[in-house]
C-alpha cells in the first residue's frame, strides 16, 4: 500500500487562508503589521478562515443528506414531491395489449383473450378454461373495461371462442417484462450539531472570550474591551450560524405543504447573554415570511416542471401572491399529481351506481379550480358537479348507435365559472390536459339552464348504470336537445 503525500497547497484551508490574507493586504495596505502569525488580526483571521472551513465541510454532502427524516434516518424523497420512478412511470391501461393483460390477470378462468380497436371501439374475443362460466366471465369483464375505460372509447362486444389462433408478438418479448430498479446504496450525512458553536471560542484563553471566560481580577476597562471584542466576532457567529440554521430546515422550506421554516434568530448563538438586546431580540426575526412563501412557491414551480403541470391557482384577479392557502392547495395537488397523471385519460365509470364516478381529467381540472364541487353542491343542495364532460360515444340515437362522428366531447359549464376565471383561461385548462385526438366542444349555460340539464344528465347516467338500454335512448335524445 502506498499512502499519497497530501498537497497541502491544494488544501482548502490553505487556499482559503491565503487568499483572505491576500484580501486583508489589499484592503488595509501598510496601516497593519508585517502580517505574521504572532499579530492578533491574523490569528482572528485564521479563527474566521476555520469557521468557513467547518461550513464547507458540512455542505460538501450530497444534497439528499439534508433532507434527512429524524425518524427513519433516511432521505424522504416523497415527501419533497420527488416520486419514486415506479410510481412516476407506473404502468396504465392505453393500448389492446394492455387490455389483454389486464383481463387475464384480474380475471380467473380466461385461458386467452384478444383485444381489437376500430374507430373507438373495442371488441374482445375470450378463450376460457373447461370450468369457467362465460355468463360470469362476461360480466366481469364488462365491469372491468368501465372501470378502466378511457375518454371517446366504448366497448363493442365480447366473443368467446374454444381455441386460441392469437400469434405470439412480434418482438418476442414476454408481455410481463419489467425494468428493475437500481438504487444507491449510501448512508445518509451525519446531522449537524444541535448547537452552534461561536468562533470566539476557538481563541487561546489569552484573548478571554472563549467558552473558559475571562480571567478573573481584570480591570472594567479590559472587561469592555473583552466585549467589544465579542461583539464584533459575533458579526461572523450571525453569518455561520445563520446559514446552518437554513440548511438543517431546508427539508421544511421544500416540503410539501404550507409550513415554513422557523424564524432564523441569533438565538441559536451560544451563550449571547451580555451582548443582545433580548427584547428586541424577542420582537423581531430575521425571516421574512412573504419570501419564505414566494421561495416555497418558487419550488413548486420547478415541480411543476419535473411533472410537467401547472399547479398554480387560478385567482379571479390574476394578481394573487404566494401564502399559505395558496402553497397548501400546491402541495395537495403535488402530492397526487402522479396518480392524476398516470390514469389521466380515464372515462367516468358507467356502470357505477353511485354516480360519483367522474373522469380522471375533470378530477385534475377542478383541483386546479379549488375544488368548487363541495361548495356549490352544499349551496344547491342536490347533485351538483361544477362543469360537466358528455362524450358523445355514449349518446345513442334511437336504434342504439352513437353519432357517425362520435371522438369528441362536449363540456358544459357554468357561465360563473367563466365570469369568475375567464372563459379563455378555462379552455386553455382543458386543452392543455385532454386528449389530443379528440374534439371538444364547449357550452356555456346560465343557471337555470344547468339545472335543467343537470337532471337529465344524472337521469342518463343511471340509465347506463342500470343497463336499461330504452332508457338510455332517452336521455340521450334530451341530452342532444339541451346541447
Not at 412511470?89 to 385461458?111: A, C, N, W
Not at 408481455?175 to 449510501?186: L, M, S, T
Not at 440548511?247 to 434568530?265: H, I, R, T
Request: hydrophobic letters at 40%.
Amino acid at each position: 500500500m502506498v499512502l499519497r503525500r497530501r498537497d497541502r497547497a491544494a488544501s482548502t484551508y490553505s487556499r482559503l487562508n491565503t487568499e483572505t490574507l491576500q484580501l486583508v493586504q489589499r484592503l488595509s495596505g501598510k496601516r497593519w503589521t508585517d502580517y505574521n502569525a504572532h499579530d492578533p488580526g491574523v490569528t482572528l483571521m485564521e479563527v474566521v478562515c476555520y469557521g468557513l472551513l467547518d461550513l464547507h465541510y458540512k455542505f460538501d454532502f450530497d444534497f439528499s443528506s439534508y433532507l434527512v427524516d429524524p425518524s427513519t434516518r433516511k432521505p424522504s424523497l416523497d415527501q419533497l414531491g420527488f416520486l419514486p420512478a415506479d410510481q412516476v412511470f407506473s404502468p396504465t391501461v392505453l393500448t389492446t395489449g394492455d387490455y389483454e393483460m389486464l383481463l387475464k390477470s384480474h380475471i380467473q378462468g380466461i385461458r386467452d383473450c384478444e383485444v381489437q380497436l376500430d374507430n373507438g371501439y373495442y371488441s374482445i374475443r375470450v378463450v376460457l378454461d373447461d370450468l369457467s362460466s362465460a355468463k360470469q366471465v362476461r360480466t366481469e369483464i364488462f365491469r372491468l373495461y368501465h372501470r378502466h375505460r378511457n375518454l371517446g372509447e366504448q366497448l363493442n362486444k365480447i366473443r368467446f371462442d374454444d381455441v386460441s389462433d392469437k400469434r405470439a408478438p412480434a418482438s418476442g418479448l414476454p408481455d410481463d417484462i419489467q425494468i428493475a430498479r437500481v438504487f444507491r446504496d449510501r448512508e445518509p450525512a451525519p446531522p449537524f450539531t444541535p448547537e452552534y458553536r461561536p468562533i470566539r471560542y476557538n481563541l487561546p484563553d489569552c484573548y478571554g472570550v472563549n467558552d473558559r471566560g475571562a480571567p478573573a481580577g481584570i480591570s472594567p476597562q479590559r472587561h469592555a474591551q473583552l466585549m467589544q471584542l465579542s461583539a464584533y466576532l459575533m458579526l461572523f457567529d450571525q453569518m455561520l450560524s445563520l446559514t446552518q440554521q437554513q440548511v438543517a430546515q431546508m427539508g421544511v422550506l421544500l416540503g410539501l405543504s404550507a409550513d415554513l421554516p422557523k424564524p432564523f434568530s441569533p438565538r441559536e448563538i451560544k451563550d449571547p447573554e451580555r451582548l443582545l438586546d433580548h427584547a428586541k431580540m424577542q420582537s423581531e426575526t430575521l425571516l421574512d415570511h412573504l419570501v419564505m412563501h414566494q421561495t416555497k412557491a418558487a419550488y413548486f414551480d420547478v415541480l411543476d416542471v419535473v411533472y410537467g403541470e401547472n399547479t398554480q391557482p387560478l385567482p379571479a384577479s390574476h394578481t394573487i401572491k404566494p401564502d399559505a392557502a395558496a402553497n397548501t392547495q400546491r402541495a395537495n395537488l403535488l402530492e397526487h399529481l402522479v396518480d392524476f397523471n398516470r390514469v389521466r385519460n380515464k372515462a367516468m365509470d358507467i356502470t357505477d351506481t353511485t354516480l360519483r364516478s367522474i373522469p380522471t381529467v375533470k378530477q385534475l381540472i377542478s383541483a386546479l379550480l379549488g375544488n368548487l364541487e363541495h361548495h356549490e353542491a352544499a349551496k344547491k343542495g342536490r347533485l351538483h358537479e361544477t362543469f360537466y364532460i358528455v362524450e358523445d360515444i355514449l349518446l345513442l340515437d334511437a336504434a342504439g348507435r352513437p353519432p357517425k362522428h362520435h371522438q369528441q366531447l362536449t363540456v358544459v359549464l357554468d357561465e360563473q365559472i367563466g365570469l369568475r376565471f375567464g372563459k379563455s383561461v378555462i379552455t386553455d385548462l382543458f386543452t392543455a390536459r385532454l386528449p389530443a385526438h379528440l374534439l371538444v366542444h364547449y357550452r356555456w349555460a346560465a343557471s337555470p339552464r344547468i339545472a335543467q340539464f343537470e337532471s337529465e344528465y344524472f337521469n342518463w347516467k343511471k340509465a347506463w348504470a342500470a343497463r336499461n338500454l330504452s332508457a338510455v335512448i332517452a336521455h340521450s335524445s334530451k341530452l342532444r336537445e339541451l346541447l
